[in-house]
């Protein structure tokens, strides 16, 4: 046999063999990325506040963020009540609350509470129709006081100031004791993460110990675990996590404004008509009934324009089903557009975190489509050449 019949029947052999190979890649590609994405869309914990609420029931629901603007402090404190236009703080949200209490009874049919908070029952709570929770982070130091044994140990975080159900919205895994609650007696609670327990006690069992943030005393009454993916690492920040309740992050924050002086362009006034700084509220979260589609969306920014906040200032995202093909698609095109929009806004590291993840599943989602485009068009070549043989033989 001459080497050209020789090169001729190798190349044969291997495009007969090439769309059974095409089809077994195809099909690993599609594979692969059905479970890169069922991965990203778990890790997200962030994003299942609808879900969790909703639980067996089969009423729709949605979960809504929305990002406000603050006055950035140069000492790199937290962001101050900036403007009535483009910020949210305590009385904005009482004021949504309400105006979304009036919105949602009158949907579902049901006639509003007369009854004060004092008055209402835990039957009353179990009727809730809705949740929501707020937050603001900033940077500052947690420092365990020396002992017999130890000398001073301090360490730089992440602080995160929570009010509401923040716990449902981002259900963090809890190493041990439990986390914070607004009804707590003793506001003077903190929950760290499992990094920083290690930096201070050398250990996570930390619960009950005492931390000082800004010469004020701390309890310790939960220690957590973040996500060890990969995502989770790159947007998690250089810096350790802890938590205090939404309340004690104003008092430190309002110290520390009235020690530097720091005014806000809309200035709060107290009952001497001294300026009382505030401190701004960066994310509002909210899970809403939608029984039609969209109508969760336009019922928060009813109740926000009710309130006196517009529309077009503030930015709102959608978390439920965020990962799907259609939601990736509005996402992501306009090329850049969201991009933009999102830049002014101090963004939370979990939020970072899914834009983060809704880039990645962009990719899986292109390559598993390729996949299966390959591996259909192979299906097809593999019957078109048998069908054919079959006919040669007859």
């Not at 309340?247 to 107290?270: C, P």
């Not at 962009?362 to 054919?388: C, E, N």
Request: net charge negative; hydrophobic share 40%; glycine share 6%.
């Amino acid at each position: 046999m001459s080497i050209r019949d020789n090169f001729r029947r190798r190349t044969h052999k291997v495009l007969i063999s090439l769309p059974y190979i095409l089809l077994a890649a195809g099909v690993g590609v599609c594979v692969l990325s059905a479970v890169r994405l069922t991965q990203i869309n778990n890790a997200q914990k962030s994003q299942i506040a609808a879900d969790l609420w909703s639980g067996d029931s089969e009423e729709k629901f949605r979960q809504i963020s929305c990002f406000a603007i603050g006055q950035a402090q140069a000492d790199g404190s937290p962001d101050l009540y900036f403007s009535s236009s483009v910020s949210l703080n305590t009385d904005d949200i009482k004021s949504i609350r309400t105006n979304l209490d009036s919105i949602v009874l009158a949907a579902s049919g049901k006639k509003e509470n007369s009854k004060t908070d004092k008055e209402t029952t835990s039957e009353d709570n179990d009727q809730k129709l809705w949740i929501d929770a707020y937050s603001a982070e900033t940077t500052g130091v947690v420092v365990r006081k020396a002992t017999d044994v130890k000398p001073e140990a301090s360490t730089e975080v992440t602080l995160t100031g929570v009010s509401g159900d923040y716990y449902l919205f981002h259900p963090m895994k809890m190493l041990a004791g439990a986390f914070l609650s607004d009804d707590t007696l003793d506001p003077k609670k903190i929950v760290i993460d499992k990094e920083l327990a290690f930096k201070l006690f050398g250990s996570y069992n930390a619960v009950g110990s005492e931390v000082m943030i800004n010469e004020r005393a701390y309890t310790i009454v939960g220690v957590l675990e973040y996500g060890d993916t990969k995502i989770d690492k790159k947007t998690s920040g250089d810096l350790v996590h802890a938590y205090i309740l939404f309340d004690e992050l104003n008092y430190l924050s309002s110290a520390a404004a009235n020690l530097t002086g720091t005014m806000s362009q809309d200035a709060v006034f107290d009952s001497e008509g001294q300026e009382s700084p505030v401190l701004a509220i960066t994310c509002y979260e909210v899970v809403l009934p939608n029984k039609i589609r969209g109508i969760a969306m336009q019922n928060l920014q009813n109740a926000m324009e009710t309130a006196g906040k517009v529309e077009k200032n503030f930015l709102f995202v959608d978390n439920t089903d965020r990962f799907s093909p259609l939601r990736l698609y509005d996402t992501i095109f306009p090329i850049g557009d969201n991009t933009i929009d999102r830049q002014e806004y101090k963004l939370p590291f979990w939020e970072i975190s899914a834009q983060t993840a809704e880039s990645v599943s962009v990719f899986w989602w292109v390559a598993g489509l390729t996949g299966l485009m390959t591996a259909i068009t192979s299906g097809l070549a593999i019957y078109a050449g048998t069908s054919a043989r079959k006919v040669r033989r007859v």
